[in-house]
């Protein structure tokens, strides 16, 4: 028996790994927590304001927590309206639970970094697992400072810490939570209500994309992996699918026809456009064994089916 808390599990990650893990161990062994009450009632949930040093240490002696899953940050757009409020956040969160680690009170803590790490002048195709890393964000930069962190305390205080580069999430589930990757899930919902979608993104703008249940295969089967197998100490690469807007909206229109997209680019673009177009994760496949199921038809065709519940649509998926 052990026990697992998720620090930031309304977010678009934490929603569906809180589910994987009550259906891999129990409710009662995983315990939600979070700045914003869930939409359903949940009995095995408490608030947390994950940036406060002496209530996470407090809700981790009460219910005796082994293994962490920190998923709370500002994500990339929302950082750029607000640097040092997001800076602050995200690095004092992580401090927080890494020094709960030293003390040995936590065995174990997954803590997610991102494809922000990269910049401007990193190898945009397969990106390697070691290269240069010159985030322009700060979203990014915050990403890169954890990742030497974690590997500090690995290093000097053996804190069993582990991590992965997530590229864009897309999930039916949740809507999304300020990244520049967004538009990926927001063109579903658009598909559905109005049959148009402007993305803020360009039309042949290429990034790393990965399905949520890809996501939390990834960040379960790195946390399961045997210590010895594991030969990064800051954070992996993961690759699932690499797409732009224009390719998403003709996977959409297999199944919608008539739907239109149109482009209009925002400050996300630049943002978008320091990042990689696809990523090489060969480090996590000879570790841990990783590989992605899902493609761009298989992914498009999943989401659809279960968003079209929610709006009522009766669409037929077959291609």
């Known amino acids: 028996m052990k026990n697992i808390l998720i620090i930031g599990s309304n977010g678009q990650i934490g ?3 809180l589910t994987k893990l009550r259906e891999k161990y129990s409710h009662k062994q995983v315990l939600a927590s979070d700045i914003r009450p869930p939409q359903k009632t949940d009995s095995n949930f408490v608030y947390l304001d994950a940036t406060d040093a002496t209530a996470v240490r407090q809700i981790v002696k009460d219910h005796q ?4 899953y920190l998923m709370a940050a500002i994500l990339s757009a929302n950082a750029e309206k607000m640097p040092m409020k997001s800076w602050d956040i995200n690095m004092q969160v992580l401090f ?3 020094e709960l680690g030293k003390e040995g009170l936590i065995k174990k803590i997954f803590w997610p970094s991102s494809i922000a790490v ?19 964000t700060v979203y990014g930069i915050s990403k ?4 030497r962190w974690i590997e500090y305390y690995k290093n000097h205080y053996q804190v069993d ?6 590229p864009g999430i897309i999930s039916w589930k949740t809507l999304p939570g300020g990244g520049t990757t967004d538009y990926a899930v927001e063109i579903f919902h658009e598909a559905l209500k109005k049959g148009h979608y402007t993305s803020f993104l360009a039309e042949n703008t290429r990034l ?3 399905y949520m249940p890809d996501a939390i295969e990834a960040t379960i089967n790195i946390m399961e ?4 197998r594991l030969h990064i100490d800051s954070a992996y690469n993961i690759a699932g699918i690499s797409f732009t807007p224009k390719e998403l909206a003709h996977a959409i229109q297999v199944y919608l026809p008539d739907f239109k997209i149109d482009y209009k680019p925002d400050f996300r673009q630049a943002i978008a456009e320091s990042w990689p177009e696809s990523i090489d994760d060969t480090m996590a496949f000879k570790d841990w064994h990783w590989q992605h199921q899902y493609d761009l038809d298989e992914m498009v065709k999943d989401m659809l089916e279960h968003l079209s519940e929610q709006y009522h649509k009766n669409l037929n998926l077959v291609s």
């Open 96 to 98: 927080n639970v890494l």
């Open 15 to 17: 929603t569906d790994l």
């Open 118 to 136: 990269f910049g401007p002048h990193t190898p945009r195709v397969q990106t390697p697992q070691y290269t240069i890393m010159d985030p322009n």
């Open 161 to 166: 810490v582990r991590s992965v580069r997530y």
């Open 144 to 147: 890169l400072a954890g990742e």
């Open 208 to 210: 790393p994309m990965m």
């Open 65 to 68: 927590i082994d293994e962490v």
């Open 225 to 228: 992996a045997e210590p010895q």
